[in-house]
């Protein structure tokens, strides 16, 4: 999977978790401001991905590929 968030002021980020778990993905976990992401996922788990911004409001572009 790979996800990618864009914004017109740069202050959007996101999280991936394990659903129903506080634990999150390598790389995109709460204090990582992940704007990037591409990884290897498991089968037999279901994911959350919680956007958020650094400042103020925010408008974004969120994009998921799964392959």
């Keep these: ?3 990618k968030i864009s914004s017109r002021e740069k202050n959007a980020v ?3 978790y394990f659903s ?6 390598a790389g995109a976990g ?3 401001d992940a704007t990037n ?3 290897t996922l498991t089968d037999d ?3 959350v991905i ?3 911004g650094t400042r103020g ?3 974004y572009t969120l994009t998921i590929s799964i392959k």
Excluded: A, K, R
């Excluded at 129903?20 to 993905?25: A, D, N, P, V």
């Design 1 to 3: 999977m790979s996800v």
């Design 14 to 16: 996101f999280q991936i």
């Design 20 to 25: 129903g778990e506080q634990e999150s993905l």
């Design 30 to 32: 709460e204090t990582d």
């Design 37 to 39: 992401w591409s990884g």
């Design 45 to 47: 788990n279901e994911y």
């Design 50 to 52: 919680v956007v958020g």
């Design 57 to 59: 409001n925010v408008s």
